[in-house]
């Protein structure tokens, strides 16, 4: 097994959900891999046929503000520009335009992490789907059941806000 270049916990955090979708962003996706957004996204413009829209897109001007939001810590260097957002696959198509020993790695990481996000939403459906059987039978016997239920329902529907990252930051030349 390959050792790990990222802390797992750094690539998720650069997971969003936009447009119904798990995507990375291309400023993140170029910082993984080390190296400039500009020099990622010319890449993928010289094999755009490599990228169809269900595995890249750009965020329109509403996603973008969303993201903004979302974001914590204000690393971006105030960009202008309406970032590009790669699916699953359009990530694991990345390595193969980038052509780096790093991408190809940093890519192998992120498809690990995006497999064991897949797995642990099956999981919960299965666990979720379990509950509302037993809850079906136990509310016909206990109508104060039905409160923990509700509690239990809205617990796991909850998203994870991101968390802001701590620690010293060093500026990369």
């Known amino acids: 097994m390959s050792k790990m270049l990222i802390p797992n916990e750094i690539i998720t955090q650069k997971i969003y959900a936009i447009r119904g979708q798990k995507v990375m962003i291309d400023r993140d996706l170029a910082e993984l891999y080390e190296v400039e957004t500009r020099a990622l996204i010319q890449a993928v413009k010289r094999n755009i046929d490599s990228f169809p829209e269900d595995f890249m897109f750009q965020l329109n001007d509403k996603e973008f503000e969303s993201l903004i939001s979302q974001i914590v810590t204000s690393n971006r260097g105030g960009t202008r520009k309406r970032p ?3 699916t699953e696959h359009g990530v694991l198509m990345l390595s193969g335009v980038l052509k780096s020993d790093r991408a190809r790695q940093v890519n192998i990481q992120i498809m690990r992490l995006f497999t064991k996000m897949r797995e642990i939403l099956l999981t ?6 379990k509950m509302n059987q037993v809850e079906q039978k136990l509310i016909k016997h206990d109508s104060a059941l039905k409160t923990v239920f509700d509690a239990l329902k809205q617990l796991i529907q909850e998203e994870p806000k991101p968390r802001k990252e701590i620690g010293y930051k060093r500026n990369k030349k």
Request: proline residues 0%; aromatic residues 22%.
């Open 84 to 86: 590009y957002a790669f």
């Open 124 to 129: 919960n459906k299965d666990l979720i789907l």
